[in-house]
């Protein structure tokens, strides 16, 4: 995926009202926008809402490969890998399914140092 293509889907996806207003100052791994928006970065410079996060889960599974399948066949699959092997799977409350090249870990990791809740 292009960036001139993801760079539109993550300013809608995060609900940015313009790009022209949006000024990202990244601290480990963690994004202030202009708006005071917190944003994660799941590698290779993809960042995700937080909030937006359902679950960060294994992509090993039979169910989760299922799930993976389903998403790219309805058009709701976000590949944030950069060609790299999946390791983590976000699930996000919009149905979408967000790949990450990122340990499940990692990812819960830095949800949990910048103010994300973890159960």
Known sequence: MSGAVFAPFILW?????????????????????????????IGFGNLVSP???????SPDSAPVKRMIQDARENQRLVDGTAG??????????????????????????????NGGELA
């Open 13 to 41: 996806y995060t609900g940015c009202p313009d790009a022209s207003q949006c000024f990202g100052v990244e601290t480990c791994g963690f994004t202030l926008w202009g708006d005071g928006m917190r944003l994660v970065n």
């Open 51 to 57: 909030e937006k996060i359902v679950s960060v889960v």
């Open 84 to 113: 790299r092997r999946t390791r983590a799977v976000l699930v996000m409350n919009s149905g979408h399914v967000v790949l990450s090249a990122l340990q499940t870990e990692t990812i819960a990791g830095r949800l949990r140092d």
